[in-house]
């Protein structure tokens, strides 16, 4: 803060013909008294504001308890990295426009979370919080499964899935420069490649244009499985995701994979040409590769 307090310590012509310079001390005096002042009060307002945390801590803090709250087994997944949630969301927003009927109106928060410590993620789960109008929000869970291989999430708050297999197809992508060496320059490559990619997603009769978030939302390597980088990117209808990619490389070609983060038809071109026409989904079950659920919940006040 830059406090202002007017002419301090003027200079006045003293009986004996010299300055008298006891205003500029005393002013002096003045002045760095109020900055202790001042000084003292910041320093007792930052301790009532972590003794009392923002609202937007505490619904970080629901959404985390949400996550630490699954157990994730896997016959056929050996890694027990790869059955652990990362320890930061990978993206968070909201989005205050966006109505669901029925009451349920604005997402207030949301976060982005991968499956596996390390490596292509295993799964994506996003929670959103809704308001809702006459009620309590609603966390809402979105589960995308990554891998073919199977494994279980249960929360103990009763959201199970159970998915059996995966929708994501990697393929080549044509026309791309061999991957750099350097890995600062592979995100520049990874980056213009990403743009070559449009989305768009169709609510009603109406088509969205979702834009490519500049940056990726998360990035990798795995090299027992051949990947020298890879990252994933994220098509947005605003700040929401509906759509997301992974870019991946080994040490001679770059491949590519789409899958949903919505329910809705979603429309995807590459170089402008028509690439992908997703159906809308006609349902929501526990061993489907992409799904849904929610319940109500209390925000801290």
Excluded at 34 to 53: F, I, K, Y
Excluded at 58 to 75: C, G, H, L, Q, W
Excluded at 153 to 161: E, F, I
Aim: hydrophobic share 40%; net charge positive; aromatic share 8%.
């Amino acid at each position: 803060m830059l406090v202002c307090f007017g002419a301090l310590g003027t200079a006045r012509q003293a009986p004996w013909g010299g300055c008298d310079r006891r205003r500029p001390r005393f002013a002096m005096t003045l002045l760095l008294g109020g900055l202790v002042l001042m000084t003292s009060a910041a320093s007792l307002r930052g301790q009532d504001e972590q003794a009392e945390p923002s609202k937007a801590d505490s619904r970080m803090k629901v959404m985390r308890e949400a996550i630490d709250k699954f157990r994730v087994t896997s016959a056929e997944i050996k890694s027990e990295g790869d059955l652990k949630f990362s320890e930061r969301p990978l993206l968070r927003y909201n989005d205050q426009t966006r109505e669901s009927g029925q009451g349920i109106q604005g997402v207030l928060d949301a976060t982005v979370w991968r499956l596996g410590e390390s490596g292509r993620p295993k799964a994506i789960v996003t929670l959103e919080i809704y308001q809702v109008r006459d009620g309590n929000p609603l966390l809402t869970y979105e589960f995308v499964s990554l891998t073919p291989q199977k494994f279980q999430m249960r929360n103990l708050r009763g959201p199970t899935w159970l998915p059996e297999g995966t929708q994501l197809e990697m393929a080549v992508l044509p026309g791309a420069a061999a991957p750099a060496e350097k890995a600062r320059t592979r995100l520049i490559q990874m980056r213009e490649l990403a743009r070559r990619f449009t989305a768009q997603e169709k609510l009603g009769p109406q088509k969205i244009e979702c834009r490519l978030l500049a940056q990726p939302i998360d990035r990798y390597e795995d090299g027992a499985a051949g990947i020298v980088d890879g990252a994933v990117f994220a098509f947005a209808n605003g700040t929401n995701p509906e759509m997301g990619m992974l870019l991946e490389c080994s040490d001679k070609q770059w491949s590519y994979g789409i899958f949903r983060l919505a329910s809705a038809v979603l429309f995807v071109q590459l170089d402008g040409k028509p690439l992908i026409e997703s159906r809308k989904l006609p349902g929501y079950g526990a061993n489907l590769p992409y799904t849904a659920t929610r319940h109500p919940i209390v925000l801290p006040e």
